[in-house]
C-alpha cells in the first residue's frame, strides 16, 4: 500500500485504487504516521499532532485509539501496529511520496549537474507528477513544514526549468518562468532562467530590458545590485550571440548551478506557493494611502473592520447558528463554499459572518462581487480591484517593456501573500471555473489566506468545505417579514393577519429576498392580498 500527503491525504492499495481514509482527524493522523514510516510515534506526540491547535478532548489517549480503530478498519488491522507505547504504520519510506519525491528530485538535479537534461528532466517530471495540491493538506496548522516543502518543491520547478531549456525547449518554458517570475519578483535565479529563456528564443532586447528591470527592482526594494551570475549573464548579452547560443546544446548560463533548480512549466503552476514578502513595497504604501481616502461609512463599526464591507441599510434577521457555523468552518478549513439558489441570501450571510469574525483576519475581509463579471477571463483583475491592489501607470521610456507580462493573477498573489486576510468571493456560479482556479491558485502560494464563496454550485477545489444554506425557519420567516413590512409601510405587524403571513412566507419557501420583496408589495397591498395573488405570476 502506498500513501500520499503532497495534497490531501490519500492511501492508494496495491492494485491503485484510492482507499476511503474517513474524516479530518483520521487524515491528520495518517499524515504523522505516514511521514515517519516504520518508525513508532509516541501516544503524547500523536495527540499533539493531530489537535494542534485544539484542545484535545478530556481522554486524548481514548480519542486517539478511537480515531486508530477508524484508520485501522480502512487500511486493514496489520497496517497500523501497537508498539513501544505508541503506533507505527507499516510501510517502507518509499511508500509514502514525500520520500519518492525527494529521491527523483535529488537524482534529477544530479543529472543536471552531470550535463543530462534528458534524463534531468525525465526524473523531475516524475517528481512533480506527485503533487495532487499543496503539502500536508491535511495536517492542521502546519503551515512553516508545508512551507518547507512547497520550497523544495520549488527547486524541483526550478530545475526542470533548466532541463529544459538545456534541451532546446526555450519557447515551451518561457511561459512557464515568466508567470514564476512575476510572482517571484526579487528571485535571481529563476529571473536568470526568464532572461535565458527570452535569449534563447531570438529576444535579446527584451532580455536586455528583463535584466534591467530586474536591476531596479534590487536598487529600489533591497538596496543592493544583481548577483555575480547574474552579472555574468548580463555580460554575456552585451557580448552578442556566439556560435550555438541557443538550441539544444547550449550550455546554461552562469547564473543556473544545480542549487538554482527551475521547475515544470504550465502543469504545476496554479498550486504552488509564494515566498513570504520582504520588505513593504510600494503598491503596500499606494494601500494605505487610499484607505486615508474612503469616504465615512466605509468601515463597519468604531473598531475599523479594515476590508471593503459596505455599511448595512437593513437589519439582519435570525441565522445566528449558520454564522456560527461558518466561522468554524473558516477556523478549520482554507476554502469555503456557501451554497444554495438565488435569493437563498448567501451575500448577506457571508458578509454578516465575516464582519463578526473580524478581529480574525488583521489583514482585513474584503469582498469581490463577481455578479457583474460577464467575461471569466476578468475575475483575477475584479478581484484585483476589490482588493485595492491596483496598478500603478507607468509612462516614459521603457514603460512598455516594465508592463508587458504584467499579469493580474501574479499581482494579487504578491498583493495577498503573507497578509492574514480573508476574500469574499460573491456569486461565483456563472464564472465558476475562473473563480476556481483563482481560489486555488491564491490558496496555494498564500498560506495565510481564507477564501469564502458563494455560488449556486461548488467550485470544486481540492479542501473545499460546502456548506449549504437551507430556507428560514417559520419564525424567522415571519420576523423579516415583519421588519420589512413595517418599514413599507408604518405600524405593520403579522399578527393583524397572521394566517396571511404564515402562507405567504411558507408558499415562498422561505427565501429572505422573496420575503423582501412580497414585503415592498405591503405599501399597497393587505398581507391577504399578497397571499391570494401569488399565484398570478403575471401580476
Known sequence: MRYSVLGPTLAHSPDGTDVAVGGPRVRALLTVLALRAGRTVLVPDLVDEVWHGDEPPADAVAALQALVGRLRKSLGRDRVISADGGYRLDARPEDVDTRRFERLAAEGVAALGAGDPARAADLLDEALGLWRGPALADLPDREAEAARWEARRLDARRARLDAALGLGEASEALLEVTALCAARPLDEPLQALRIRALRDTGRAAEALAAYEAVRRALATRLGTDPSPALRALH???????????????????????????????GKYDGQEKRERPRKPEKHEKHEKSEAAEKPAGTERTASAVRGNLRARLTSFVGRDEEIAVLQEDLAAARLVTLLGPGGAGKTRLSQEAAERGAEAWPGGVWVAELAPVTDPAAVPEAVLAAVGARETVLRGAGAEELRAGDDPLARLVEHCAGRRMLLLLDNCEHVV????????????????????????????????????????????????????????????????????????????????????????????????????????RFR
Not at 548560463?253 to 521547475?263: I, K, L, S
Open 433 to 536: 471555473a475562473a473563480a476556481a482556479e483563482l481560489a486555488e491558485t491564491l490558496l496555494a502560494r498564500c498560506p495565510d489566506l481564507r477564501v469564502l464563496a458563494t455560488s449556486r454550485e461548488p467550485l470544486g477545489v481540492p479542501g473545499e468545505v460546502v456548506r449549504p444554506l437551507g430556507p428560514l425557519a417559520a419564525g424567522t420567516a415571519l420576523r423579516l417579514l415583519g421588519e420589512r413590512g413595517a418599514a413599507a409601510r408604518p405600524g405593520f405587524v403579522v399578527g393583524e393577519d397572521p394566517g396571511a403571513a404564515e402562507e405567504i412566507c411558507r408558499r415562498l419557501d422561505g427565501l429572505p429576498l422573496a420575503i423582501e420583496l412580497a414585503a415592498a408589495r405591503l405599501r399597497m397591498l393587505t398581507s391577504r392580498q399578497i397571499a391570494d395573488r401569488l399565484d398570478d
Open 235 to 265: 555580460a554575456e548579452l552585451l557580448a552578442g550571440p556566439g556560435p550555438g547560443t541557443a538550441g539544444p546544446g547550449h550550455t546554461p548560463g552562469p547564473a543556473t548551478t544545480p542549487t538554482a533548480r527551475p521547475d515544470r512549466p
